[in-house]
């Protein structure tokens, strides 16, 4: 059995616009292990959302090969999808009619396979494991704030108990307080739930505070992938000047603290 949750060989990604073609990912190959937390990051039109959905199977690749669980990403369904993969959108992605209790309920009355009063209590459950009071499960999507948002999205992403969870800038749109506190319950839900996770992600805080690994895509390929502290010594332009600058030199120093003074 592979040690790895999502393996990626070969990949390349070709999209047509107006009659022409854009190759977005050229022979990439990515490896991710069983329980990592890993931060995929890269420039703006790099692919990197591209990934996630082809790992989900929302989209399929020009050429290559998307293993993920050890079944091809073309083959999981709609039902295997939601039943091994959780995805977490960037804007939550909920459902605005629905009430919070009914959009964490949603892929388990579409399985219609459980009693009405059991998908309820496992949405209360999930909804309490994301740190959210039960008083908030009949309210409504705009009566939400952002941090509320993404806590929902995300109790609904893992309703089914997926292994993998997939998350598009999970903090995106957060003020500070709220997403440490985000990044807090991703960190306890990644080890109590014993999740592999693959995170899309432009904020250096997010990263560094989470990551076990992390992938560069640049050049249409993963220019680097390892431990952060491997990854941002790497010699390639784009790692120098998103780990190098200010903001990530920052952001590096929670890897590495200062020590006391003397």
């Not at 073309?74 to 629905?98: I, K, P």
């Not at 985000?182 to 306890?188: E, P, T």
């Not at 839900?189 to 690994?213: K, N, Q």
């Amino acid at each position: 059995m592979s040690t790895n949750a999502v393996e990626i060989r070969q990949l390349r990604s070709v999209f047509t616009v107006a009659g022409r073609e854009f190759i977005i990912h050229e022979q990439l190959d990515l490896d991710i292990p069983n329980g990592a937390l890993m931060s995929i990051v890269g420039g703006s039109g790099s692919g990197k959302t591209v990934l996630l959905r082809q790992i989900l199977g929302l989209e399929h690749a020009t050429q290559g090969r998307v293993t993920v669980l050890g079944k091809p990403a073309s083959q999981l369904g709609r039902a295997g999808a939601a039943s091994r993969v959780g995805m977490l959108f960037q804007h939550g992605a909920l459902f605005s009619a629905f009430t919070v209790l009914e959009n964490i309920a949603f892929p388990l009355r579409e399985l219609n396979t459980l009693p009405a009063s059991l998908i309820r209590d496992v949405a209360m459950v999930k909804l309490q494991m994301v740190g959210l009071d039960p008083s908030h499960a009949h309210k409504m999507p705009a009566a939400l704030s952002g941090g509320m948002v993404k806590r929902v999205a995300l109790a609904r992403a893992l309703v089914m108990d997926p292994p993998l969870l997939l998350l598009d800038e999970p903090t995106s749109g957060l003020d500070p307080d709220s997403a440490d506190e985000f990044c807090v319950l991703l960190r306890s839900l990644h080890r109590e739930l014993a999740l592999t996770v693959v995170m899309v992600t432009h904020d250096l805080d997010t990263l560094f505070e989470l990551s076990t690994h992390v992938a560069v895509v640049a050049d249409k390929h993963i220019v680097a992938c390892g431990a952060p502290t491997e990854v941002i010594a790497g010699s390639h332009p784009f790692i120098h000047d998103f780990f190098q600058g200010a903001r990530g030199q920052r952001a590096a120093a929670l890897l590495h603290p200062p020590g006391p003074a003397r």
